[in-house]
């Protein structure tokens, strides 16, 4: 196995425990619509920065990054609206 082919193995891996973690989490709001131990500025500067992780993931050409943040990025911006309107 060369290393990029690892690589790309440990990108998908990794990708796939973070992104499920947050799903769990994302459910979970979705399902109590309780927002209230969620910080707004906090919050506001992960979905920020999972929209950065998503650009640079399309600029490397990067796929288990791209693939992640487009699934993280959605539930956030959700998650956030959320925080908007049931504050």
Not at 22 to 32: C, E, M, N, P, S
Not at 63 to 80: D, G, H, K
């Amino acid at each position: 196995m060369t290393a990029s082919a690892l690589a790309e193995i440990i990108g998908y891996l990794s990708a796939t425990l973070t992104t499920a973690s947050f799903v769990l989490q994302a459910w979970h709001t979705f399902q109590t619509r309780d927002v209230s131990g969620i910080s707004l500025g906090m919050y506001s500067a992960f979905t920020a920065g999972v929209g950065g992780w998503l650009l640079y993931g399309f600029l490397m050409s990067a796929w288990p990054i791209v693939i992640a943040n487009t699934v993280t990025l959605s539930l956030a911006v959700t998650i956030l609206g959320m925080k908007l309107r049931y504050r």
